[in-house]
């Protein structure tokens, strides 16, 4: 069986962008605890890094916001009858990195614009549990098109 995407091209690059943002911000963050200690001692912050991770982290933020704002216009898959259990597992799955996408870069933003140490571990500590659903997240995506061969893929990379 092959499955047919719901996926509008506005939402593909969304999906994409987003991921590229992520991945880009978990790259760069090596010093931003020093960072916001310079910072947070009115000590100049040096370097690039902090600079990139704000404002990638920042941009992120306004990404997830035009793509939930999609999604909730546009829906996602095609279906013809009501959704199967595998599919409402999925949906769960996905509001709940929607819910972990948009977390993140606030807790980041609350910690760096809003002058506090008290929310930076929480930022990190969700952080890593973004990174454990999106490794999970990609391994299913994996599986499905490779194990079970049902072309879901192509739903986010509508090569044909
Ligand atoms: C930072 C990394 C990623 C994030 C945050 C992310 C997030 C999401 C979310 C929230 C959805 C649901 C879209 C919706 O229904 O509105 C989705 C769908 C999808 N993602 Fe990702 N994704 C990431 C990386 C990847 C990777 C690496 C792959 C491929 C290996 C992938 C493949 C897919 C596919 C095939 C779908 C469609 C699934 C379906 O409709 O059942 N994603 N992704
Ligand atoms: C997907 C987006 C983001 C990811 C993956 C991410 C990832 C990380 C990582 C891995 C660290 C630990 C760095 C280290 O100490 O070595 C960190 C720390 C930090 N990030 Fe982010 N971040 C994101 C968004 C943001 C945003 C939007 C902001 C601010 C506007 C931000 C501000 C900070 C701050 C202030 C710290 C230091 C926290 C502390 O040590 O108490 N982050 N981030």
Redesign the pocket.
Known sequence: MTLRSGYSGLQIGLHWAAAV??AA??VI?????E??DARLSGQPVLGLTPVW??WA??A??AVVAVRLIVRLMSGNRETTGPKTLAERAADVGHWVLYGL?LA??AL??I???GMT?ST??L??LV?NA?MLVILGHAAMAIFHHFVLKDGLLRRMIPLN
């Open positions: 943002l992520i911000n978990y963050s090596d010093g931003m605890g960072a916001l991770h704000v982290g920042t992120l933020l996408m993140v870069p980041g933003a910690t760096w614009f140490d930076g571990d930022h990190v952080m973004m």
